[in-house]
């Protein structure tokens, strides 16, 4: 039965309203329900959702990972709004320029205001 449901993600941010600037106005994600304890918001088909809660920002994990067709147009238009790429240097995982590249996928990871860490990935033909 859940195979067929749409899943619906949520992002857990310390401060709702500038969780909802971040995700609309840098980001520039559509906000498609504003609600007192929850904003929804649009990505392609799907939606995700930010609440606030103290304990936004504590996940040292990726949250969500947007899959786009141009990896370097994404992070040219997401720097150009301010978001700042990180890099990384560890066992199975480096970065160049802010660029994981493994097995055919193109990754880069940034974070929200509360240090969520999210992704933007590209999967090349094989």
């Known amino acids: 039965m ?3 449901a749409p899943l619906y993600a949520v992002i857990p941010v310390t401060d709702l309203e500038r969780g909802k600037r971040y995700y609309r106005d840098t980001l520039g994600l559509a906000l498609v329900r504003d609600g007192a304890e929850e904003a ?5 088909d799907s939606e995700f959702g930010v609440y606030e809660t103290p304990y936004g920002g504590q996940a040292a994990h990726t949250l969500a990972s947007w899959k ?5 147009a994404e992070m040219t238009e997401l ?3 301010g978001v700042v790429f990180e890099e990384y240097d560890l066992p199975g995982l480096k970065t160049v320029n802010g660029v994981a590249e493994d097995d055919g996928m193109r990754a880069a990871w940034f974070k929200d205001p509360d240090g969520n860490v999210l992704c933007v990935n590209e999967r090349r033909p094989d």
């Open 2 to 4: 859940l195979g067929d």
């Open 68 to 72: 786009v067709a141009d990896l370097d």
């Open 40 to 44: 929804t918001f649009r990505c392609g």
């Open 79 to 81: 720097r150009g709004r």
